[in-house]
């Protein structure tokens, strides 16, 4: 999972530059990339392509589509550490998924701890006025679908290899975003491409390594890992955007972060 919240860190830090391509050329480059990688892998492995779960793997891959596409707007409006900070509800949503999809169960203490990191939300919002209303409420519903693409990857399990898992959400991902990128399309800039490629790259590794977690872990542990995410993006968005985060601004975060922190180690007991 470490590797993984690298990975997509990075990714995202150079989504937030692209940010003056239309979205869903942003998601074309970002899944074609990773089809490209995936797809030779399984073909030199002789993995069967097609998987077992069909049905699972293509709404894991329609939610993951939806998540990515809403959060990728949500960066045009929002500095990249608090995005991604917002995104990471996803793990309480997740759990809640898997209570009535999984039948995990969840101690009385962790739903205290879900609404303290809703209650950092709040702070956000209510306290930092110049966070954007428009791209809070993009990463808030991405939120709620990256939860159900965790549960989804868990229902599945080990019924399928995780690249399959992955190159279903990329083949789909690179059919919807090329259509629906054609439209408004902007010739990529000599030295965009490098960049525009490599997120493919980093989001295959970020994804592959995410898909692997979540197969051989409980959905309510290993989800809310993924906020050592929200570290590594803060930090490059202060020194790369010279992103300014307000007090309440970082309160709001701290106390997502810690919910979350303590989820895991009260769900390990």
Known sequence: MIISTFSFSLMNSFVKYLS?????EIVFFRTAGSLLLGTTYILIKGIPILGNSRRLLIFRALAGITAMSLF????????????????????????????????????????FL???????VLVLKGF?????????????????FSGLVYVLIRKIGNSDHPLVIVNYFMFIGTVIGGVLSIKGWIQPKENDWLLLLSLG???????????????????????????IEVIFTILI?????????????????????????ANVIIGKQ
């Open 72 to 111: 990728f707007m949500s960066l045009q409006y929002l500095p990249v550490g608090t995005a991604v900070s917002l995104r990471y509800l996803a793990p309480i949503y997740a759990a809640v998924f898997a209570i009535f999809l999984l039948n995990e169960k969840l101690k009385t203490i962790q739903w």
């Open 201 to 227: 790259i980093f989001g295959f590794f970020g994804q592959v390594f995410m898909t692997k977690a979540f197969q051989i872990a409980k959905t309510n542990l290993v989800a809310p890992l993924k906020y």
């Open 237 to 261: 968005g202060v020194t790369w955007f010279h992103d300014i985060y307000s007090i309440w601004s970082l309160m709001g975060i701290l106390m997502i972060i810690a919910a979350l922190v």
């Open 20 to 24: 003056y391509y239309p979205t869903f």
């Open 114 to 120: 879900f609404l303290l990191a809703f209650s950092g």
């Open 128 to 144: 930092d006025q110049e966070l954007n209303t428009t791209g809070l409420l993009l990463v808030l519903v991405a939120s709620v």
